[in-house]
T-cell receptor, first 114, second 117 residues
Framework: DTAVSQTPKYLVTQMGNDKSIKCEQNLGHDTMYWYKQDSKKFLKIMFSYNNKELIINETVPNRFSPKSPDKAHLNLHINSLELGDSAVYFC?????????????FGEGSWLTVV | AQTVTQSQPEMSVQEAETVTLSCTYDTSESDYYLFWYKQPPSRQMILVIRQEAYKQQNATENRFSVNFQKAAKSFSLKISDSQLGDAAMYFCAYSFPYGGSQGNLIFGKGTKLSVKP
């Protein structure tokens, strides 16, 4: 069973469209994250939720809106997609927000905006 | 601001040999955590090893071990008996100990490791 699963794995879409990436974890973790990996493979956090509440919100355009319906799910919705949004988006989870907790990553969703 | 630097964009090792990947970081904190993640071509991020800053003993996981030098803010990864399956991007990461970004991982830019048969 996949611990952190995200769909779709690949997504090609046109500029201006709105798209969502879904994420689910079956580890019983309280904290979930979205990380973005750009074309140079640089990984950076976007958002973090703990028990459905937003705890980290890095400098991300308002076009990106995370939603956590319950602590096992954290979805990412992106409005008005731009070429620069092309990246691999990783969902992740950890037992809690504390620094010592290992963060487990999903397989990534490869978004290409054309 | 906390930063993580991996000075070797690419490394190469012969199968069965040993290789060391470098990582330095900058922080004013005394308690924190450090991680090495592996990213094979499949893009899956896989935890290799973690180290608590308050522990002087270097972490070890089978063929993977770290050389943690707190004063020098250095956290290198040693891979012994390298295998073809070790070929991947390796990312060093620092975890904020507390505050608004607690648990957040700051990643280095990665080192691409190739393993030659």
């Amino acid at each position: 069973d996949t611990a952190v699963s995200q769909t779709p794995k690949y997504l090609v879409t046109q500029m201006g469209n709105d798209k969502s990436i879904k994420c689910e974890q079956n580890l019983g973790h309280d904290t979930m994250y979205w990380y973005k990996q750009d074309s140079k493979k640089f990984l950076k956090i976007m958002f973090s939720y703990n028990n459905k509440e937003l705890i980290i919100n890095e400098t991300v355009p308002n076009r990106f809106s995370p939603k956590s319906p319950d602590k096992a799910h954290l979805n990412l919705h992106i409005n008005s997609l731009e070429l620069g949004d092309s990246a691999v988006y990783f969902c992740a989870s950890s037992q809690g927000p504390a620094a010592g907790n290992t963060i487990y990553f999903g397989e990534g969703s490869w978004l290409t905006v054309v | 601001a906390q930063t993580v630097t991996q000075s070797q964009p690419e490394m190469s090792v012969q199968e069965a040999e040993t290789v060391t990947l470098s990582c330095t970081y900058d922080t004013s904190e005394s308690d924190y955590y450090l991680f090495w993640y592996k990213q094979p071509p499949s893009r899956q991020m896989i935890l290799v090893i973690r180290q608590e800053a308050y522990k002087q003993q270097n972490a070890t996981e089978n063929r993977f071990s770290v050389n943690f030098q707190k004063a020098a803010k250095s956290f290198s990864l040693k891979i012994s008996d390298s295998q073809l399956g070790d070929a991947a991007m390796y990312f060093c990461a620092y975890s904020f100990p507390y505050g608004g970004s607690q648990g957040n991982l700051i990643f280095g830019k990665g080192t691409k490791l190739s393993v030659k048969p």
